[in-house]
């Protein structure tokens, strides 16, 4: 005899449900170093965007020919460009650009996602064949080589880089959804709201979809530094942003030439896009155990 | 221990790109002073740009096409023009006969002989469209031309231009085998034409190299080459290595034996290295901004004369060009041409005072001083593309960025489009309607580049070369008489006027003067650039132990 799990990870609270088990007196947890540092690197950022000259008064785009290409100093903490440009104040007017790039094209590329992943897993049998051979197909293309297709079509700016990696990365997320919804789809607490006769659509709004979609919430905030990275690669290539705005990606291009003789135009960049990347990785990480805490 | 996996890892690749950086910037060993030639080799070339075609109308053909096609005339240290596929020539009292008397015994690498008959063929190839460059030369001079005998050529003109033979000396004029052009399929003549040239093209790997293999029966070396015969090397492995940091560290790590296009910021430390540079100005226009004279705010000549008087153009060209990339005020030719005008080149300097006078006249206003002009509730915002990576390099980028921000100051918002090779020529922004500004260069032997830059453009006879749009008849008379001038100082002198015209009117302005720079290993001896574009030369060149 199979033993259904009855329990739906997450479902309306059903009228007469169980009390919660008590397990003793709760102490706060101490909350991780790294989790600390992600957030506190994320708000630098979300200051950055909101406000960039409370971060960096100077104009991102003066000229200081008398300074250029001086290292990093008290006065230029991240040095100067080939025409005096403080690099510092660059990158920080740069965050608005390279984050609202990050953040749309995973916005982007999830709302695709979500769409493909749903009619593949619960459309009728021809349109769930017919967008699993699409989505297939957009697969077969490494995620770089579909956006840079997209680029050449559409030309390069801003906006086509939010539309290249969002599209250039959804037949991934696609993937996944498709399988967090059979899972859900094909899970014994589906069985059993089936076997009770609820409503199908019930069934979908109430348990299928929440428990498939769930995990995305962990996924988004992996997604974006990923973004971020795609979208500076692109840039990095030339078919980003048009120099000389201070997008991070335009700044690695800018800052290439240059790379034998003042390195912290490549390397202060760069790393500005690691550390990004690595505080989205890592809430997305933290996000991601505790959803699946939750579940235990 | 994740955390000191990451870290090693972290420390692992800071060492490993140290190490590939310090690799980089390594000097070679330069050869012993009693080095000895060594037969053969192959030379590992690193060039910037590769073209559609091996013979066509844009330098970077030119420079590979020279390699494998021989030209009539060829132009020597001084300037003077001397022989190559001609031994000698003479014009007519009119000037409007040209007589050139070819080398005896010369063939084409594909077996066919050259005769004057040949080379006449190539002249209305080159007229029909076969180079695009040749045909806006000749076009309003060129009549037509004859085969005398089989080594006597006769060239007509319809007006006199007394410096055709100096025109010839461009790569745009290599001669082709007539045989070749008329039996096989234009693909095969693009990618490998076929002259009586020092190489031969090997073979064409699209985006990665072309395999340049010696003409071991070549006979018709220019009268300036350094030595009789045919290439000492074997083969030129000319490969297209677009990133100008890759190129030089390509040179520094002994990938390669020379590079082109040294960028600005290598300069120093190629030099320190035991290199050998090699730095030609190019005469022609220098690279410069035309403003469109008949559509948006630079039609109005306060405008054009208020965007001059915003910028610094000295001080940016010689920061980003760090003392290698020569300013050049001049907006018609570089400092290199003959007929010069250094009265065009001083003719704006910054004056932000100036400028806003001039565009508070024109109606161009802003409130308290700063931010965007407007006039009728449009702002003063003008486009700019340019060619990136093609026309335009990396230092000319950031100096147009420059032109960009100080700009600003006078209230103009310049809009910078850097357009890919491809849509470059493919036609993009070239329309009035598209852009406000061209940025771009044109290399040329002669101030002769004024008459293809200049000339009008009317709706019955377009002139795609004309990035002001213009169709200004003082202008053209100046230059029409400029080029039939027979004395040389006559003729200076009224190029010298056009030029002064331009800026009079602020039609173009300097910005700098284009560089075909190029950097050699001490293991390979004897490369030069040629005199009339700057090219480099491999017939000469030979590698020492």
């Known amino acids: ?296 | 221990m994740p955390k000191k996996r990451t870290a090693l890892a972290l420390a692992a690749a800071s060492a490993a790109t140290m190490m590939a950086l310090a690799a980089c910037s390594g000097a070679p060993a330069g050869p012993a002073a009693d080095a000895q030639p060594v037969a053969d080799g192959t030379i590992e070339y690193g060039h910037q740009q590769e073209p559609a075609c091996v013979f066509g109308g844009w330098i970077e053909q030119a420079y590979l096409s020279y390699q494998v096609l021989d030209n009539l005339v060829s132009l020597d240290e001084d300037h003077e023009v001397v022989p190559w596929l001609a031994e000698s020539w003479s014009v007519s009292d009119d000037q409007l006969t040209w007589t050139f008397t070819l080398k005896d015994g010369v063939t084409f690498t594909d077996g066919s002989p050259l005769t004057a008959g040949v080379v006449a063929y190539n002249f209305d190839h080159w007229l029909a469209g076969g180079n695009s460059t040749a045909q806006v030369w000749l076009d309003g001079y060129y009549a037509s031309s004859r085969a005398v005998d089989d080594r006597t050529l006769e060239v007509s003109l319809s007006r006199p231009y007394p410096r055709l033979a100096d025109t010839l000396t461009q790569g745009y004029f290599g001669i082709q085998s007539q045989q070749a052009l008329e039996t096989r399929s234009e693909e095969e003549n693009c990618a490998s034409p076929i002259g009586t040239g020092a190489f031969i093209v090997e073979e064409w790997n699209r985006g990665e190299n072309i395999v340049l293999a010696r003409n071991d029966h070549y006979t018709s070396w220019p009268a300036n080459a350094k030595h009789e015969g045919p290439a000492r090397v074997e083969k030129v492995n000319w490969r297209f290595l677009p990133d100008p940091t890759t190129r030089t560290a390509s040179l520094k790590s002994g990938e390669t034996d020379a590079v082109y296009d040294v960028p600005a910021i290598e300069w120093a430390t190629v030099d320190g290295g035991g290199y050998e540079l090699h730095k030609y100005v190019t005469p022609g226009r220098p690279q410069q901004l035309t403003f469109d004279t008949v559509d948006g705010p630079f039609v109005d000549e306060r405008v054009r004369k208020a965007f001059a008087y915003s910028l610094d153009r000295r001080s940016l060209v010689e920061t980003i060009g760090r003392g290698v990339i020569p300013y050049e005020g001049n907006g018609g030719v570089s400092r290199t041409t003959p007929g010069y005008s250094t009265d065009a080149a001083e003719a704006y300097d910054l004056d932000l005072d100036e400028a806003n006078r001039l565009l508070d006249e024109a109606g161009w206003t802003r409130s308290g001083g700063e931010g965007v002009r407007t006039k009728d509730g449009e702002q003063l915002t003008v486009v700019l593309p340019y060619g990136a990576g093609s026309i335009i390099n990396s230092d000319g980028a950031s100096i147009l960025q420059g032109v960009q921000e100080q700009a600003k100051a006078s209230g103009f918002d310049v809009q910078l489009v850097p357009v890919p090779q491809s849509a470059f020529f493919s036609g993009a922004y070239s329309t009035p309607e598209e852009k406000d500004i061209s940025a771009g260069y044109w290399t040329s032997v002669t101030a002769g580049i004024l008459h293809i830059n200049w000339r009008p453009t009317t709706p019955e006879a377009p002139n795609y070369n004309n990035d002001a749009f213009n169709a200004d008849p003082v202008l053209e008379n100046i230059i029409l008489r400029a080029n039939s001038a027979v004395d040389p100082q006559e003729q200076n002198a009224l190029y010298g006027e056009a030029q002064d015209y331009i800026a009079e009117h602020a039609l173009a302005i300097g910005l700098y003067d284009r560089l075909s720079t190029l950097a050699v290993s001490p293991f390979l001896k004897g490369v030069w650039q040629e005199n009339a574009q700057g090219g480099p030369v491999f017939h000469d060149a030979y590698f020492v132990e």
């Open chain 1, 1 to 296: 005899m199979t033993i259904l799990d009855r329990r739906p990870r997450f479902a309306r609270t059903a009228p007469g449900g169980g009390t919660p088990t008590r397990r003793g007196p709760r102490r706060s947890p101490r909350p991780a170093p790294d989790l600390v540092a992600a957030v506190l690197v994320l708000v630098f950022f979300a200051v950055a965007l909101a406000a960039p000259s409370a971060l960096a008064p100077r104009d991102p785009f003066a000229l200081d020919l008398v300074n250029a290409l001086r290292p990093p100093s008290a006065e230029h903490w991240f040095g100067t460009d080939e025409s005096g440009r403080d690099l510092y104040t660059r990158i920080v007017h740069g965050a608005r650009q390279s984050l609202l790039i990050g953040v749309g094209a995973t916005v982007l590329s999830l709302a695709i996602a979500l769409v493909l992943g749903s009619l593949a897993a619960l459309a009728g049998r021809f349109v769930a064949g017919t967008v699993n051979r699409v989505v297939e197909v957009l697969f077969a293309f490494p995620t770089l080589l579909l956006a840079l297709l997209l680029v050449a079509v559409l030309g390069p700016s801003a906006w086509t880089q939010v539309v290249a990696v969002g599209v250039g990365t959804a037949p991934g997320y696609a993937r996944m959804i498709r399988g967090q919804i059979l899972s859900a789809r094909n899970s014994g607490y589906v069985e059993a709201a089936v076997a009770l006769g609820h409503p199908r659509g019930w069934i979908l709004r109430t348990h299928v979809l929440p428990n498939a979609i769930r995990p995305l919430v962990a996924v988004f905030a992996l997604s974006v530094g990923q973004s971020i990275v795609w979208a500076s690669s692109l840039s990095f290539l030339g078919l980003g942003v048009a120099p000389p705005a201070p997008e991070w990606g335009a700044l690695l291009d800018a800052g290439k030439i240059y790379v034998t003789q003042a390195w912290w135009l490549t390397v202060l960049p760069g790393l500005v896009i690691v550390l990004l990347a690595l505080a989205t990785t890592t809430i997305g990480k933290h996000i991601q155990s505790a959803l699946e805490k939750g579940e235990k």
